[in-house]
């Protein structure tokens, strides 16, 4: 070999040693899932973060979780207690390099379901049997579609709200369709909150009726397909319950009861107007539009 | 057994009709006889009843003046001599008629007006016509507006233009103009005058007479008759219209040699340069246009089918509805016979290609076959209209339509338009309320799928001509840049018409390709104005006829316009659609093309295409009792078998025409029939074709069978042939191969079932014919399965195969 050539290898060898042995600034391309229930302990996977990379450390917004590294690097393990309030908590890796974008991870109080493949087709849809369930699911190729299947009784609102792109930073644009017992759509949402969709479907007849996800991507593009990746992740919350979807006002006060209206499906007489005392204006317990399932 | 009694009737009823001949007095049109300037003439039709037929005398009888020094008659046209009253007498045979002819204003000067009396004629013999001078460029460097529509730019161009060198009125003889019509000088449209003609010589006054362009209070034309307006016909027989133009001051002149005709359909009767008709040996109906000076007036033409029918026939043919009733009546004025009513299973199965778009299954046609009650066509009517199947259907009819080009205005947003045609046929969106919808439709692409409309068409010309031929039926095209030859609408109507979408106005990020696929919001703005392209003038929005709602701060032009249009009593509007559905549903529009309502192409049935327009506009445009007035009409179950007095008929619905089946619906009943589901990219797995939302979704299958290509200009063009790729396609595809033997298709479970041979058989036939195998069919399908080597597998497969190759699958009966 010729000896300059040879220096110059091993030039390069020394310089690359450190880099390589370096890990690189944490990016967090999804947490999956993005949510768990009060009272329980999630094994979350990081998107974005090599299982090879030396751990990172964690910062979090709420100090009610508890976040644990996993067993892997790109590995976290959230326990969140019982009475966790409801709502986003924002997580942060970093290392010696820097830190991460901050990426939100919700806390709720219902039934949580992970979706699993396959559940491309009405016949593989996955069983939704509680009256309200969140699903942490991905769609997680361009031919992923992901069908959830549910027993309705005449007249009962069903009411489904996808969490993707605008809140959660999925890079997918999602659509819902309710899909009747027959197999044909009853209803197609695509924009709700953001790129979001949201059904609510009163039905007609007894049966058994379906919810279908698909997504194209949140940024435009080309293709005449569905866009899917382990980075397409969502929550879908599907309820036959008491759904409130905004109040008026939408503050209370501290000094004095608020009376508070509730506006939603699903809701019985008592619920549609409450009166708030003051202390819960303390109790952190904000009431972020279309939150919750149930309002108990 | 019928054909005797009709030849019996036919034969009875001939003495009768030649009687009736001998005796009928001459008719004579005009009635009264006026003629006013030396100019002046009058043609004259003479016609007389013959059986139940008027037939015209005009060129065998013999007109003569009895008072030559105040008129004198050529051939069938009266002409001035002296002002007075005088007399002609018209013989035929040994009847005689004479007529009072009142002769004024001779030796009084008429002074000319170049629009009144010149540019008629340049449009008569074709100056101003497209190949010659009318073209966008003129030709050889003299141009005309096309057909006179312009005549402020005209005058210039004669009296003008090239230093005036074609016009001379020292001597106007001399001029360029008349020696190259009269082709004295070699002139590259040939011949088109002859020197002394009243039309060379008007010109050679006017020449004389120091070109002038306007007289003051000319009146204004007002509009244009044709005699006779309507004649039945006999097979190669003639008949001479007479034209009449009425001015603004009540005067009216014989412009039969100044108007240009022209007819709709040749073969039934044609009509040349002079406004003589000829019909010919062909049974139907035909529209003559005689156009002067920019006005249309039509002459309707029926010719019967040769021979008598008693007319008790059809008195006693069975009315389910009003259709029926006004679609004899049309037959008997043809004398045209309907079919037969179809058998249940042509009916089951032709309701079902209609209404939801595939073919029945075995245990849907089974059940319909074995029911008995009286009732069943209407109830499975009524039926089939609850499906979920009739809206993704009919969407699909809509989408053609509306659907543009993905790969142009953005994925997303013809995905939310094609969701928002669904929802509107999914809830069966009243039609009114759907084009007003569509038509004022605001806000984001990403929310409100009809505003795709106006991403698409995003001026105010392009959105016009689109609402005009989609929902009113009427072509503006052509209008954009002049009056067209056979439309009534010109620049002025077209530009006032597209003010109504002036104010159309963007935000957020426009076309942008190759990847148009952001957001973009349409709303009302407050400024945006439409000028006349020739004088420049702001137009206000004007409809196209009638009162719209006037545009205020509270109701937009957009909202002003769908109230004119949508209204009930804007006949456009409902019978467009009617004549849409009637053409699904019976395979053939009453006016073609569907979407072409104006007098120069009238319904072959207008009186009932009225009826069903009227129909739908009372029961509140609602689609789905439109489809069902006409489904359970008798008319709608009428065989495809033609009897002995309607084979020549392809227009007058005396019999079902059998069509292809569309792409989808063709493809959909394949599926359905073997078992095996297709996917398809964009779509989640199990859906039918009739539910893709872009026709840029791959299917080679869809693209055989005629499915709109978005490549294509129109993009909504649905091709309905039949080719030779088609039956190869059948024939070789794999993908039809692989879902016929398939191990999980319908073949498969068939052979493994317990049925009997001839049970599966039957199976066959009622999944893909609709209807119970013949006894030698069943003969025939069992030495299928008794052939050699042959499996119960394979002979289901062959079978089924074989079946879905031929026209009885293929076609909708």
Same mark, same amino acid.
């Given at each position: ?24 600034? =944490? ?46 690097? !790109? ?28 990426? =939100? ?55 489904? !709200? ?8 999925? =890079? ?8 009747? =017992? ?115 | ?83 007075? &009253? ?62 006179? @529509? ?167 043919? %069975?009315?389910?509805? @009003? ?69 993704? @259907? ?11 080009? %993905? ?133 206000? %929005? ?133 078992? &095996? ?6 779509? %989640? ?123 009885? @699958?293929?076609?909708?009966?």
């Amino acid at each position: 070999m010729n000896r300059f050539l040879l220096s110059k290898f091993c030039l390069v060898l020394v310089l690359s040693a450190p880099i390589a042995l370096k890990a690189a600034v =944490p990016d967090i391309k999804a947490f999956v899932p993005m949510g768990g229930k009060a009272g329980t302990t999630v094994d979350v996977k990081v998107e974005g973060i090599s299982d090879k990379d030396p751990a990172p450390a964690i910062w979090c917004s709420r100090e009610d979780l508890q976040i644990a590294a996993g067993e892997k690097p !790109n590995q976290l393990k959230i326990t969140i207690p019982e009475n966790a309030t409801p709502g986003l908590a924002w997580i942060r890796l970093h290392n010696a390099e820097g830190a991460s974008n901050l990426r =939100p991870f919700e806390v709720g109080h219902i039934t949580e379901i992970t979706e699993t493949e396959s559940n491309n087709t009405l016949e593989t849809a996955t069983e939704l049997k509680e009256e309200s369930m969140t699903v942490n699911g991905v769609l997680g190729s361009g031919s992923d579609v992901d069908v959830f299947k549910m027993h309705l009784e005449p007249g009962q609102t069903v009411v489904a !709200n996808l969490q993707a792109n605008s809140r959660m930073g999925s =890079p997918m644009d999602g659509v819902m369709q309710v899909v009747s =017992p027959r197999g044909f759509v009853l209803r197609q949402h695509d924009d709700d909150l953001g790129f979001d969709p949201m059904a609510v479907y009163t039905t007609a007849e007894a049966g058994e009726y379906y919810i279908r996800l698909f997504s194209f991507p949140s940024t435009p593009n080309q293709s005449i397909a569905f866009s899917g990746a382990n980075t397409y992740v969502y929550r879908m919350l599907v309820t036959t319950g008491p759904y409130v979807d905004h109040t008026t006002p939408m503050s209370l006060s501290t000094a004095e009861p608020t009376s508070v209206r509730l506006f939603g499906w699903n809701l019985p007489r008592e619920l549609h107007e409450l009166t708030l005392p003051p202390e819960a204006a303390n109790s952190s317990c904000s009431l972020p539009a279309r939150e919750y399932s149930k309002f108990t | 057994m019928k054909s005797i009694s009709v030849l019996c009737l036919v034969l009875l009823s001939l003495p009768l009709t030649t009687a009736l001949a001998e005796t009928s007095p001459l008719n004579v049109f005009p009635a009264e006889i006026n003629l006013k300037g030396s100019h002046s003439h009058q043609h004259l039709v003479i016609d007389q009843a013959e059986g139940s037929f008027v037939v015209d005398r005009t060129y065998e009888v013999q007109i003569e003046s009895l008072t030559p020094e105040i008129c004198r008659v050529e051939e069938n046209i009266v002409f001035p001599v002296e002002n007075g &009253e005088g007399k002609i007498r018209i013989t035929l045979g040994d009847q005689t008629q004479e007529m009072t002819v009142a002769v004024s204003g001779v030796g009084e000067i008429h002074p000319i007006d170049f629009d009144r009396d010149i540019v008629p004629i340049l449009t008569r013999y074709g100056c101003n016509s497209g190949p010659c001078h009318g073209k966008s460029r003129g030709q050889n460097g003299f141009q005309l507006s096309l057909l006179g @529509f312009d005549p402020v730019f005209d005058y210039n161009a004669l009296t003008k233009e090239a230093r005036g060198r074609r016009l001379f009125p020292p001597a106007p003889e001399e001029s360029l103009l008349l020696l190259k019509g009269a082709a004295q000088v070699p002139h590259g449209g040939g011949k088109k005058l002859t020197p002394g003609s009243p039309e060379y010589n008007s010109l050679v006054r006017w020449i004389a007479t120091g070109t002038p362009e306007k007289q003051p209070d000319t009146p204004k034309l007002e509009k244009v008759t044709v005699y006779p307006p309507a004649r039945i016909m006999q097979n190669e027989k003639e008949q001479q219209l007479v034209v009449t133009a009425h001015y603004s001051d009540g005067t009216t002149t014989d412009v039969t040699r100044l108007a240009q005709y022209q007819s709709n359909e040749a073969a039934i009767a044609d009509i040349d340069e002079a406004g003589l008709i000829s019909s010919g040996t062909v049974t139907g109906k035909a529209a003559l246009m005689a156009r002067y000076h920019n006005l249309i007036a039509i002459c309707t033409v029926s010719v019967p089918l040769p021979g008598e029918v008693d007319e008790n026939i059809y008195a006693n043919l %069975p009315e389910y509805n @009003f259709i029926d009733g006004l679609v004899w009546k049309n037959l008997k004025e043809l004398k045209i016979l309907p079919s037969e009513q179809a058998s249940d299973h042509t009916f089951l199965r032709r309701s079902y290609l209609d209404i939801i778009g595939r073919a029945p299954t075995a245990a849907e046609a089974r059940q319909f076959l074995t029911d008995s009650s009286p009732d069943k066509r209407e109830r499975l009517i009524d039926h089939l209209l609850e499906q979920p199947e009739y809206a993704e @259907f009919w969407s699909t009819k809509w989408a053609d339509l509306l659907r543009p080009n %993905p790969y142009r205005v953005g994925i997303k947003a013809v995905l939310n338009y094609d969701n928002w045609i669904r929802e509107s046929f999914r809830e069966n969106k009243p039609y009114d309320q759907f084009v007003r919808e569509l038509v004022t439709a605001q806000g984001s692409t990403f929310r409100n799928g009809a505003v795709t409309l106006f991403r698409d068409r995003r001026t105010p010309d392009e959105i016009t001509t689109l609402v005009g031929q989609l929902f009113l039926g009427i072509r503006l095209d052509c209008a954009r840049c002049h009056h067209h030859p056979f439309e009534i609408w010109g620049q002025e109507d077209f530009y006032s018409f597209a003010a109504y979408f002036a104010r159309v106005q963007h935000k957020g990020v426009g076309l942008s390709p190759p990847i148009s696929g952001s957001e973009e919001m349409v709303f009302n703005g407050t400024s945006g104005e439409v000028k006349h392209p020739l004088t420049n003038e702001v137009l206000a %929005p004007k409809p196209l006829f009638g009162e719209a709602p006037e545009v205020t701060e509270e109701v937009s032009r957009r909202e002003a316009l769908a109230t004119w249009m949508t209204s009930k009593e804007n006949p456009f509007f409902s019978q467009t659609m009617a004549n849409r559905v009637w053409a699904d549903l019976m395979g053939r529009g009453m006016v073609e093309p569907v979407d072409d309502l104006r007098g120069t192409n009238p319904a072959v049935n207008q009186e009932l295409l009225t009826a069903l327009g009227k129909d739908f506009a009372d029961q509140d445009f609602d689609i789905k009792k439109l489809i069902r007035r006409i489904c359970t009409s008798y008319v709608y179950g009428l065989s495809s078998h033609p009897v002995e007095r309607n084979t020549v008929d392809t227009r007058n619905y005396s019999r079902y025409y059998r069509q292809r089946l569309r792409a989808e619906v063709l493809f959909d009943s394949i599926v359905q029939v073997t078992g &095996e589901k297709e996917s398809f990219s964009a779509m %989640p797995a199990g859906v039918t074709s009739k539910e893709l939302w872009t026709t840029r979704i791959n299917s080679l299958f869809l693209d055989a069978f005629g499915r709109p290509d978005p490549n294509q200009d129109p993009p909504c063009e649905r091709n309905t042939d039949t080719t030779v790729v088609q039956a190869l396609h059948l024939m070789n595809s794999e993908e039809l191969f692989k879902k016929v033997t398939s191990d999980k298709g319908y073949a498969a479970e068939l052979a493994e079932s317990e049925k009997t041979n001839e049970q599966i058989i039957e199976e066959l036939y009622l999944s893909i014919y609709s209807r119970f195998p013949e006894a030698e069919e069943l003969q025939v399908g069992l030495s299928v399965y008794n052939s050699e080597g042959a499996t119960r597998r394979t002979a289901t497969e062959d079978l089924m195969w074989a079946m879905l190759n031929t026209p009885e @699958f293929v076609f909708k009966d």
